[in-house]
């Protein structure tokens, strides 16, 4: 699933092409998974301007002039792809957006992904069920979402968007490898400095997942329809058996919050 790294790769670059922009077309090729569904959602979004394009926790949000949204879940296979105006659609092709001189593809090969036209209220309302962003705050504002409960794991609370947004398995996993801390460790059993040192580490995880674009573990592309390349860069994630980078022990992988989880047991304490 893309998480925050590649969501905000995404965005950046929407909002680059289209911003200040409006929708001139949507074609629906497959109904079913936005709101409202077909014509009516055509008809909304006709002749909208797209004020820009942002992301919240794993959302990429088209903001509107007139205060709307069109919020998007890619979920597991999603994808925003700018195209060609002289484009033929694919089989997972669900949606194809003419956005001034642009054309842009919303695919999902699974089907799980969702776009959401919102207005001004129910924007607010989705808002306000996700935590915060892991990258406006300061890293001791970061460790101090990671004291209760005491016996939650680690690995749930990162995967919770209730506590913070757009971190997922990888970022989750490569995040606790820098920290040194292993996954399945309660809150409780962490200490101020372990806390500080996990919230230091997401920062840098995510900055530098965002400057290699994300990662393309499986099936993410970013808008331009190019891979991530953080995946070179992987330290544990999806490295069951192999080395490790730093120590040469073999990765272990579990499953936690019923999530596959990698780490390395002899830097992971």
Request: no cysteine; proline share 6%; aromatic share 6%.
């Given at each position: 699933m893309p998480e925050l790294p590649e969501v905000e790769t995404i965005c950046r670059q929407l909002n680059d092409k289209l911003k200040g922009h409006v929708i001139e077309c949507v074609t629906i090729l497959q109904s079913g998974r936005e709101?409202?569904?077909?014509?009516?959602?055509?008809?909304?979004?006709?002749?909208?301007?797209?004020?820009?394009?942002?992301?919240?926790?794993?959302?990429?949000?088209?903001?509107?002039?007139?205060?709307?949204?069109?919020?998007?879940?890619?979920?597991?296979?999603?994808s925003q792809i700018l195209v060609d105006k002289k484009y033929i659609p694919k089989k997972h092709d669900r949606m194809v957006f003419e956005i001034g001189p642009h054309c842009l593809v919303w695919a999902d090969i699974r089907k799980f992904g969702h776009i959401n036209?919102?207005?001004?209220?129910?924007?607010?309302?989705?808002?306000v069920k996700y935590g915060?962003?892991?990258?406006?705050?300061?890293?001791?504002?970061?460790?101090?979402?990671?004291?209760?409960?005491?016996?939650?794991?680690?690995?749930?609370?990162?995967?919770?968007?209730?506590?913070i947004a757009g971190i997922g398995n990888i970022y989750a996993d490569e995040s606790l490898f820098r920290a040194g801390i292993k996954p399945t460790r309660r809150l409780g059993s962490l200490s101020a400095q372990d806390r500080m040192n996990l919230a230091k580490?997401?920062?840098?995880?995510?900055k530098e997942a965002i400057k290699y674009k994300g990662t393309s573990a499986q099936n993410y592309y970013d808008a331009n329809g190019q891979k991530g390349s953080?995946?070179?860069?992987?330290?544990?994630?999806?490295?069951?058996?192999?080395?490790c980078k730093k120590c040469g022990a073999p990765i272990t992988r579990i499953v936690v919050a019923q999530r596959g989880t990698h780490y390395c047991p002899k830097c992971q304490k």
């Open positions: 709101k409202p569904a077909g014509q009516k959602l055509i008809d909304i979004l006709r002749r909208k301007k797209i004020e820009s394009v942002k992301r919240r926790a794993k959302l990429i949000v088209w903001h509107f002039s007139d205060g709307t949204a069109l919020v998007t879940h890619l979920k597991m296979t999603g036209y919102l207005d001004s209220k129910e924007f607010a309302d989705l808002l915060p962003e892991p990258l406006t705050l300061k890293p001791e504002e970061i460790a101090k979402l990671f004291i209760k409960p005491k016996t939650r794991n680690i690995k749930s609370a990162l995967l919770n968007q209730q506590v580490a997401i920062q840098e995880v995510l953080f995946v070179q860069r992987l330290n544990v994630y999806g490295r069951k058996n192999q080395p």
